[in-house]
């Protein structure tokens, strides 16, 4: 194939993949199920040329950048808090799934040694990284459980890598247990240590790197050089890349300038985007010449197929052997609050059921040596059991979390819990603003007050029950500013096109008009809309001062589902507070006439709890904390 073909087929390949995720988003079904249902479907197309998938393209070119994508949005709190299980899954499982398909494969494929066999059970053992994270995150699966599939999706390649470099030299007679043990011991420390000292390394760069264009070129190179680096000292590569990349993340915020962080997530989604679903693409794209290489097999069809079958049942039914007899473990939290309340049964077969496989079992299954009996066989199993459980595990998950009644995570919890963390940042800077500020004659200070206050009135006003004849002041100025902002942009580009104004300055202009519309769509990529009726309680935030202590229960409201001073001057109000004390209705600060703060003025009296039907918190005035 000339330089024109090959370019021809990425062009063709990447147009196939947009317009594939295109179409799943407006069909509302997983992108990863469509693509390899198309590939499988293009593949047997008469006249397409076959595209043979090379293992190393998979492990040095696609995979680094996929494993770092995912660890850079990984929480290291999270993910620390849920070491046990995320251990117990991306160790003891895959070693657990190793043995188990691979006593099944020497008995059902008669000639196959026990290395292969064993080989084939380390490349089905783990599950994808990608597959977990793109499934699950779009049927809203409770974030603990993704962030458990998560973790063991970026670990449980360097097992599995580990467990089939292990059974290949035993095919060839050089290892003993003891190497065994040696040999995992080395791959996993070394790709640990070679993953902190390149985050190391790239922190001490990035404190001295201030531009954003060199911030993102060095970003993107910190996979690679951290996969190969510990590769060439036979350490693990892949936890090599996941141990750089979650601390990078982690650390991030003091690292990079907030350009570059900005910068370095844009660019970090498009690659992931594109990648992500590049691979199940050409996952579906072997089937053809994988089926027809079979074809020469001495092996009847019936015995492959029961194989393959046999494979996929066992990848599943061993995942959920494993996990429900380690229950106690896998859903119990290692420290912090989770780890006083296990988490219910089914979460734990969500987490069984999730055991999607991807493109390295794939690409590690063409590692097995050429001339290894019944090759093109294990091959096949390795595709049959990628293709079954995206296809069958994939889409029935978001059933399954449907009819078991997995819950998505409670957009009135995220809401409260957003606005208490911004209030208590902006007490901390405005500590700072009372500092700093000193002898302020353009007052300034207040200027910087009203529009943190504002800001501030954005998150709690995605509180409440939804009001369709009226926007809240957020939505209202959004919608004007945004009006606003076209008519500028559309005013700066006629003097643009007059050439009346050096090019240099339009830019600048036409940048500060994008900054601006970027923060109206990163509220409305927040949640524009309010919370809504009808949802789980609040569950309580931050600390609890002396005045919320006093649990006292609240009489009923005076006038129930309405201020009452806003009915007696004929305003409108946002959001309802209740007056703990004496029973007063009021409305929010980010009403116009604020009179529950108004209320706590006059009154003296400190707290007030939400009056918006489905939500149980309240707001200390004294404190500025909920609980």
């Not at 198309?38 to 393209?57: N, Q, R, Y």
């Amino acid at each position: 194939m000339g330089y024109v073909e090959i370019a021809l087929v990425i062009v063709a390949l990447s147009v196939a993949v947009l317009a594939g995720a295109a179409i799943a988003g407006r069909a509302d079904v997983p992108a990863p199920l469509l693509l390899i249902a198309l590939g499988i479907g293009v593949s047997f197309v008469p006249g397409v040329a076959e595209l043979h998938l090379h293992h190393d393209v998979v492990l040095f070119g696609l995979l680094p950048p996929l494993l770092y994508a995912a660890a850079l949005q990984t929480s290291l709190v999270d993910f620390k808090a849920n070491r046990r299980p995320i251990l117990l899954l991306s160790v003891g499982l895959v070693l657990f799934t190793t043995a188990g398909v691979g006593l099944l494969v020497h008995a059902v494929l008669p000639g196959t040694s026990w290395a292969a066999s064993f080989a084939i059970g380390a490349v089905v053992a783990p599950p994808d990284a990608v597959a977990a994270t793109s499934i699950g995150r779009r049927i809203g699966l409770p974030r603990r459980v993704v962030t458990i599939l998560e973790g063991e999706s970026l670990l449980n390649d360097a097992t599995a890598l580990v467990a089939l470099r292990t059974a290949i030299a035993a095919g060839a007679g050089a290892v003993s247990l003891a190497e065994v043990g040696l040999d995992f011991l080395l791959a996993a420390g070394g790709g640990a240590a070679v993953g902190l000292l390149a985050y190391v390394l790239v922190a001490k760069v990035r404190r001295q790197v201030k531009d954003v264009v060199l911030d993102t070129g060095l970003s993107l190179v910190v996979p690679f050089a951290a996969y190969l680096a510990a590769e060439l000292i036979h350490g693990s590569g892949v936890l090599s890349v996941v141990v750089a990349g979650l601390l990078l993340g982690h650390r991030s915020p003091v690292l990079q300038t907030a350009q570059s962080r900005i910068a370095e997530r844009t660019n970090w989604r498009t690659i992931a985007f594109v990648l992500e679903n590049a691979v199940f693409l050409l996952i579906g794209l072997q089937a053809r010449w994988l089926v027809d290489d079979v074809e020469a097999s001495d092996l009847s069809g019936a015995r492959i197929v029961t194989a393959c079958v046999a494979a996929f049942v066992a990848v599943v039914a061993l995942r959920m052997v494993w996990v429900f007899p380690v229950r106690a473990l896998l859903t119990r939290g290692s420290r912090g609050p989770q780890a006083q309340e296990p988490a219910p049964w089914t979460h734990t077969l969500v987490v069984g059921w999730a055991g999607m496989r991807g493109v390295v079992t794939l690409a590690a299954a063409f590692v097995i040596p050429e001339g290894t009996t019944n090759r093109e066989v294990l091959l096949l199993v390795a595709f049959s059991v990628v293709a079954a459980t995206l296809l069958l595990q994939g889409s029935t998950l978001p059933w399954l979390a449907r009819r078991i009644g997995v819950l998505a995570p409670d957009r009135a919890e995220d809401a409260l819990a957003r606005g208490m963390l911004l209030q208590q940042a902006t007490d901390a800077g405005l500590e700072v603003l009372d500092r700093e500020s000193g002898d302020d004659p353009h007052a300034v200070a207040e200027i910087i007050r009203n529009r943190v206050e504002q800001r501030n009135f954005a998150v709690w006003e995605l509180l409440g029950d939804p009001d369709q004849e009226h926007e809240t002041p957020t939505q209202t100025y959004s919608r004007l500013r945004m009006a606003m902002l076209e008519a500028e942009r559309a005013k700066v580009l006629d003097v643009r096109d007059r050439g009346s104004v050096p090019q240099v300055v339009v830019a600048e202009v036409l940048q500060m008009l994008d900054v601006e519309e970027s923060m109206l769509d990163a509220l409305a990529d927040a949640g524009t809309g309010r919370v809504g009726a009808g949802r789980r309680q609040a569950q309580r935030v931050g600390p609890v001062c002396e005045h919320l202590a006093v649990d006292e229960p609240t009489p009923e409201p005076n006038r129930p589902g309405e201020c009452e001073d806003c009915v007696r001057e004929g305003t409108h109000w946002v959001h309802l507070r209740v007056c703990v004390a004496c029973r007063h209705v009021g409305c929010c600060d980010s009403s116009p006439q604020r009179h529950a703060a108004a209320h706590f003025r006059d009154s003296g009296h400190p707290v007030v709890e939400s009056g918006e039907s489905g939500e149980d918190w309240r707001w200390c005035f004294v404190d500025q904390v909920t609980g």
